[in-house]
């Protein structure tokens, strides 16, 4: 199994810490996407999307965090990052799509990339941009958690769940970005519990060997 990953993807992040909690061995291929790695024909014949993450297992190639993670529950299914029940799956889904489908991707590098230019917009406008969306999916977030952990360490339940991977690297990139994350205590608490959990860490962007 190989994994292509850039260090402060936060997709890629996600399939990290999956790959961790599992315990699945996996070969981890750095494509920097500062020059443009990831729009090489070489990467794109592998993924035509041109994002990364994508996994390559045996003869198959996936892109995709969460098309990724779901494959991965599949072919090795503990420990479980799905409740049983069919409504808590459905909940647990929610809060990932909310952050990988609502707020990662309008704050992806290539958008970001692309109100600077063509748009022409300056950083602050690209900084308030970031900001707000950050803030408009954490108030969701942080009320859904409330209800929903049940212990103040996890975003459902008492275990960690497709909610919780999807968490910590946003909010991650939310500290990088220096959006103000006071508002949302519940979500803090969570992945200041997440954070010191071993598969976590060593997922973490600055422990990746591309981390620069």
Not at 57 to 73: C, F, H, V, W
Not at 113 to 139: C, K, M, Q
Not at 140 to 157: K, P, T
Not at 199 to 212: E, I, K, L, N, T
Request: glycine content about 6%.
């Amino acid at each position: 199994m190989r994994l292509y990953t850039y260090f402060r993807s936060s997709a890629a992040y996600r399939v990290r810490i999956a790959l961790g909690l599992k315990g699945i061995a996996c070969e981890s291929v750095a494509v920097d996407l500062r020059p443009g790695a990831h729009r090489r024909p070489d990467y794109l014949a592998l993924n035509p999307q041109g994002l990364v993450p994508a996994l390559e297992d045996g003869g198959a190639a996936i892109g995709q965090s969460l098309a990724i993670i779901e494959y991965l529950e599949e072919t090795h299914p503990q420990p479980p990052l799905l409740p049983r029940a069919a409504a808590d799956r459905a909940r647990v889904r929610s809060m990932a799509l909310a952050i990988a489908c609502d707020m990662h991707p309008l704050n992806n590098l290539r958008v970001l990339n692309y109100l600077r230019s063509p748009l022409g917009h300056d950083e602050d406008a690209v900084d308030t941009w970031y900001r707000h969306w950050i803030a408009e999916g954490f108030r969701g977030l942080e009320e859904e958690a409330r209800r929903a952990s049940g212990d103040g360490h996890h975003m459902f339940g008492t275990a960690v769940t497709l909610a919780d991977v999807c968490l910590v690297p946003q909010m991650f990139n939310a500290r990088r970005f220096k959006c103000n994350v006071e508002p949302f205590p519940t979500l803090r608490a969570i992945c200041a519990h997440l954070e010191a959990l071993p598969a976590f860490a060593r997922a973490a962007p600055a422990a990746q060997p591309d981390a620069s």
